[in-house]
C-alpha cells in the first residue's frame, strides 16, 4: 500500500479484523516480529526502517496500543519522566527534574481527567480499560510526538470515556503533527473528525473518501463489493512485487504479469516458509 499522511491532518483507517490495520501499525513503530520485505517508510526526511523502535519514538513517532500491558514493578511516573527526558535529551532539550515534570504531568492529567493517584502505581497495573486508554493519551501529551497512531483506542470505552479520549486527542491536533486513527467503528469519528478516511481490506487500501465514507460502512459494512476500488491497485503493487522476487529471491520477473508476480511470490513464500507481507 502507498499511503501519505501530510503534516496537520488526522487520517482514520477503518476495515475489518485481520485486514491489516494493527500490523501496519506495529510495523510503523518497527515491532521485530514483523519483517519488511520491500517498501519504504518515509517520516521527517529520512527511511526510518533501519531504526530501533525506541530511535523511532525519539525521532517523534508514536503508537497507543489496542491493548495496553501492564508492567509490575515500574512505577508509572518514573516511567513517564524517563521517556520524556530521553526523547528532550535526544531533540538537544535539558531534561526535566522531577518537580518540573509533576508540573507538566499535573496539566495533562487534568484534560484527560485521570486520578493522579493512578500514577503512583506499576504502569498500567490494576487500571480499568478505560484508564488504560486515558494513561496512553496522557504518554501522547507529555511525548509531544510529531507522528502518532491510534490504534482502536476506541475499543472498550463506553461513551463517557470516549469523549475524554477524543477531546484530549484533538486539544493535542496541531499544524506541525499528524494522526492515523485506526478503528472499526463510526462512532469514533463522531468526536475525532478525521479529513480523510480509507479503508483497508486484506492488506491493501481499496477506498479512500471524506468522513461520509465512514458513515457509509456504518450503514453497509466491510461488504468488499461494496468497498472495492480498482483504481487503488496496479503499478506500486507490480513495481513491488517485481522488484522483492529480482533482488531478493532471484526469480526471473522482469517481464511477467502482475497475476504472475502474485502467484510467484506465493510460490517462493511456500518454498523459503517465510512471512511475506503481501503488498
Known sequence: LTLEIPKGEILALMGPNGSGKSTLANTLMGHPALEVTCGTIHFKGEDVLALATDERSRLGLFLAFQYPVEIPGVNSTYFLRAAVNSVREHDGKEELN?????KVMREKIQLLELDESLLKRSVNEGFSGGEKKRSEIL???????KFAVLDETDSGLDIDALK?????VNQLKREDNAQLVITHYQRLLDYIVPDYVHVLHDGRIVKSGDKGLALELEEKGYDPREIFDETKFGAAQEA???MWLIDE????A????????RKAAIDVHREQRLSLIHI
Open 98 to 102: 522531577a518537580v518540573d515534570f509533576l
Open 249 to 252: 529471491a532471484g526469480v526471473d
Open 254 to 261: 522482469k517481464n511477467m504479469t502482475l497475476d504472475e508476480l
Open 240 to 242: 513491488c512485487l517485481r
Open 139 to 145: 504518554q501522547m501529551a507529555l511525548l509531544n510526538p
Open 164 to 168: 475524554i479520549v477524543a477531546n484530549g
